[in-house]
């Protein structure tokens, strides 16, 4: 090497030694990030296991100029919002209880609502708003005398079907235990709230 070409060079790696370093410094690559965690009850039940949630920032960031899809597994518990194709938010749910509760299928989210109450699920309560008789059907159930009927919260409802079956914020209790919605942690419901959009598509798998 000539001596002003040496000379250069040293100028350069003193000159500008952050950005050499940056240069030559590997790309972190994304790491999913634990956004919520369940807290479960004792069960023999496998589902009782499940693990928390978790979220991919980096593909999150994407969401508004990729194609967004949700899958639902109801053998896995498990929730996952796609951005192009690939898991963004890998979430537990708790789904219907009895088999054919949560309908299997192809949907679209038909209504987003933050503050939904059930029209069929909730409790009979007094005139002071007391809880006279809890986890009530209006389809089964009799309201007792000077009671009235107040709908299950549902916060974060984001409708799959006319007849009300929806994904939001609820209790799991490790296995299904829904009437047929799937239920959501409070985080993983209110992110994937705002990410999605109306008519974003939503298949219900085994």
């Not at 490790?174 to 047929?180: K, L």
């Not at 993983?188 to 008519?199: D, E, N, R």
Request: include cysteine.
């Amino acid at each position: 090497m000539k001596l002003r070409q040496f000379v250069i060079l040293l100028g350069i790696l003193f000159l500008f030694p952050q950005t050499l370093s940056a240069l030559s410094a590997p790309s972190p690559s994304p790491t999913p990030i634990v956004v919520a965690k369940v807290s479960m009850k004792t069960s023999s039940n496998p589902h009782a296991q499940q693990e928390p949630g978790k979220v991919d920032i980096s593909l999150l960031e994407k969401a508004s100029s990729e194609p967004i899809s949700i899958l639902i597994s109801l053998s896995k518990q498990r929730a996952y919002l796609l951005i192009d194709g690939k898991i963004a938010i890998d979430s537990p749910i708790s789904s219907g209880k009895k088999n054919g509760w949560t309908h299997k299928g192809e949907f679209l989210i038909l209504e987003k609502d933050p503050n939904h109450q059930s029209s069929l699920y909730g409790d009979f309560v007094d005139g002071e708003g007391k809880i006279v008789r809890s986890g009530i059907s209006r389809k089964l159930d009799t309201p007792p005398s000077g009671t009235h009927y107040r709908g299950a919260s549902m916060k974060f409802f984001m409708r799959l079907t006319p007849e009300g079956i929806g994904m939001h914020e609820g209790i799991l209790p490790g296995y299904p235990a829904s009437h047929g919605c799937i239920r959501l942690p409070k985080e993983m419901a209110k992110l994937i709230y705002s990410t999605v959009t109306l008519y974003t598509p939503v298949s219900v798998t085994d």
